[in-house]
């Protein structure tokens, strides 16, 4: 089993920025990719950025050049650095890891809030 432990949301003003951080925890610790999705009201669950093993990242059209998804292969723990941001990026995000057993795993959430 793996533990997802996700930090760094908040409420933000439109040009502003957030880092969000997902820290994976459990029996299994090796991943073929981790990555970040986030869910609007009413709206349905999109990929934001994924990074992969051992290299190979993609971003939403939405987010490049905007935000920027980071591992720290040490620590088990991937973040967003997420800047510019607009009230279009309002949403819960959610890390999501794939083991290499194919398993996939999801964080709990984290609410991100951009005020116009």
């Known amino acids: 089993q793996v533990q997802l432990v996700e930090s760094g949301g908040g409420l933000v003003q439109a040009g502003g920025s957030l880092r969000l951080s997902c820290a994976a925890s459990g029996s299994t610790l090796s991943f073929n990719a981790m990555g970040w999705f986030r869910q609007a009201p009413g709206k349905q669950r999109e990929l934001v950025a994924i990074?992969?093993?051992?290299?190979?990242?993609n971003y939403a059209d939405s987010v490049k050049g905007r935000f920027t998804i980071s591992r720290d292969y040490a620590k088990n723990t991937v973040y967003l650095q997420m800047n510019s941001l607009k009230p279009e990026d309002t949403a819960v995000y959610y890390c999501n890891v794939v083991s290499t057993f194919l398993q996939v795993y999801w964080g709990q959430g984290t609410q991100v809030t951009v005020s116009s």
């Open positions: 990074t992969r093993s051992p290299n190979g990242t």
